[in-house]
């Protein structure tokens, strides 16, 4: 049974994933998770009296836990979804995602090399990344590969990016495996309000209208985090070190046509839609080549984006009181 070491695992994609592995394969999990505003214990409820997982309360910026998590538990593999994420609040606040998203990659890497130098059986180190870190692309621009120049615009997508780089470089100096994976968006069931696409639903069902940046004409690729978590599975067992992993679901739409296209499928009008003063540095093209992940580990997004959709409206349909309570 291979022990994986999952930070962050009570967010929206760390709890995707910890479930994922529980339920389809052999692994032991740690998770290591601050619970701040993004993380929540309602999303592992699953897990509840399971012997082969187990949570730690704690900041991966804590040195001194983190040696600890690594000395006692001897994890095999880190998957670090441990991060700010929102780019509003890194605008306001970027000092909250220097220190989590670069020193506390820094703490983690640096334990994972102690005991990979110590042979304690550490095998790989994937640092969970972002689209955004390629900057905004042109309507005519080539899709962004892994080997493209990274041009971040938001002290969110800054910080990915320095997270990136400090990971890749302890592969380069050190010889620590590790590979990277940038993913598009993710949607899907018990994630946090503020995100775009829960906002949308969960303010249609409370009858308030939809906040939508400028005209609308900024363009996303969606991928499904059931989708995400499999190719993340794929990377951490079969991914070759010092690689990076682009992750897409081949979805990409505008804004305002994602925001219709909810709007139809919960029997509302356009005048639901309210049109906000557009965000500081919004980038207007995220795409992603996922040519290297399909050719080299054979993944592909298997549900169809339709059917996804379907899935997340109606888990946010029958479970107000969850993201109520988040709002409260």
Known sequence: MNKVLVTGGCGFIGSNFINHL??????????????????NLENLTELKGYKNYKL???????????????????????VNFAAESHVDR??????????????????????ALNNFELKKGFEKFIQIGTDE????????????????????????SAS?????????????????PVCITRSSNNFGPKQNKEKFMPLI?????????IPVYGEGENIRDWLYVGDNCIAIEEVMNN???????????????????????????????????????????????????CSKIENELGWFPI??????????????????????????
């Open 22 to 39: 529980i339920f389809e394969g052999d692994y032991e999990i740690r998770n290591l998770d601050s619970l701040t505003y993004a993380g």
């Open 239 to 289: 991914g070759k070190p010092g690689e990076i992993y682009n992750i897409g679901g081949g979805n990409e739409l505008r804004n305002i046509d994602l925001t219709k296209k909810i709007l139809k499928k919960m029997n509302c009008d356009e005048s639901m839609i309210k049109f906000v003063k557009d965000r500081k540095g919004h980038d207007k093209i995220y795409s992603l080549d």
């Open 201 to 209: 639903i969960t303010n249609l069902i409370e009858g308030e209208k």
């Open 90 to 111: 890194s605008i306001e606040n970027p000092e909250d995602f220097i220190r989590t998203n670069v020193e506390g990659t820094r703490v983690l890497l640096g334990a």
């Open 160 to 176: 990915k990016a320095s997270a990136d780089h400090l990971a890749r470089s302890y592969f380069k100096t050190y010889g620590l």
């Open 56 to 78: 730690n309360r704690g900041d991966i910026c804590d040195s001194e836990l983190v040696d600890f998590i690594f000395d006692k538990f001897e994890p095999n593999y880190v």
């Open 303 to 328: 549900l169809p984006f339709e059917r996804g959709l379907n899935l997340t409206i109606d888990w946010y349909k029958r479970n107000e009181n969850w993201w109520k309570r988040l709002k409260d």
């Open 133 to 156: 870190v390629y900057g905004s692309l042109d309507k005519d621009s080539p899709s962004s590969k892994e080997t493209d120049t990274l041009d971040p615009s938001s002290p969110y």
